[in-house]
């Protein structure tokens, strides 16, 4: 227990270069506060003891400003920074080493039953704002852009961007973004219509061509019967 507890204020020095001295760290880093409390009430949740479990979650919750389901597994040496708005959900699973940052959500999209929530890799760095959703993995080694929203599996070694999140770099080398983006069935979806839509284009136009020959054939017959 001790041995964690060192283990959680160290991992506060080596990421925050504003930590001054460990009566700070101990009594002032919500995210700190966050995590061990939920390493608490993890442990009565595991026992099924459900309603204090949740009790101590909520208000930790209260006092942080972060909300981490106590059914949610956490690794060794998780860092919250600021942490105000980060939701961790119930089947979300986190390696070790890694740093959130404010307003984070590890959530779900409403659509899964029993696991719904992502699992975090190892050495994974989830900046501000960050929306990740759904039962997939985030490989190890990754980072994932502020205020990004990751709707797909992301490989190892990836850094993710945008909305929806697409990768733009893999295995330390740039990498194009549009043979890149991760799947979205919306862009799916308007891209198959789009094809539709070129499809009707030429068989309208080719409509269009057969109609004007008539036009000029009948056109020349009528001249013809007319000579």
């Known amino acids: 227990m001790f041995k964690q507890i060192k283990s959680d204020i160290q991992t506060v020095f080596e990421n925050d270069p504003a930590a001054r001295s460990l009566f700070e760290v101990v009594f002032t880093y919500s995210g700190l506060h966050a995590i061990w409390a939920h390493r608490i009430a993890h442990k009565f949740y595991t026992r099924r003891w459900f309603t204090l479990a949740r009790i101590i979650s909520q208000s930790s919750r209260f006092m942080t400003g972060i909300e981490i389901h106590p059914g949610a597994r956490i690794g060794q040496r998780l860092f919250i920074d600021h942490g105000m708005g980060v939701v961790i959900g119930e089947t979300c699973e986190i390696g070790d080493d890694v740093v959130i940052y404010q307003g984070v959500t590890l959530g779900g999209t409403g659509k899964e039953k029993g696991k719904?929530?992502?699992?975090?890799?190892?050495?994974?760095?989830?900046?501000?704002?960050?929306?990740?959703?759904?039962?997939?993995?985030?490989?190890?080694?990754?980072?994932?852009?502020?205020?990004?929203?990751?709707?797909?599996?992301?490989?190892?070694?990836?850094?993710?961007?945008?909305?929806?999140?697409?990768?733009?770099?893999?295995?330390?080398?740039?990498?194009?973004?549009?043979?890149?983006?991760?799947?979205?069935?919306?862009?799916?979806?308007?891209?198959?219509?789009?094809?539709?839509?070129?499809?009707?284009?030429?068989?309208?136009?080719?409509?269009?061509?057969?109609?004007?020959?008539?036009?000029?054939?009948?056109?020349?017959?009528?001249r013809e019967r007319g000579e």
Do not use: Y
């Open 116 to 222: 719904r929530h992502p699992t975090i890799g190892n050495n994974v760095v989830i900046a501000s704002g960050a929306k990740v959703l759904g039962s997939f993995k985030v490989g190890d080694q990754c980072n994932i852009g502020a205020n990004s929203v990751v709707l797909r599996e992301v490989p190892s070694n990836s850094t993710v961007v945008g909305i929806p999140g697409t990768i733009v770099k893999q295995d330390g080398r740039r990498v194009d973004r549009l043979s890149h983006q991760l799947p979205d069935p919306i862009v799916d979806s308007i891209r198959s219509m789009q094809k539709e839509i070129d499809r009707l284009r030429s068989e309208l136009e080719s409509i269009k061509d057969e109609n004007t020959d008539l036009v000029r054939i009948k056109a020349a017959a009528g």
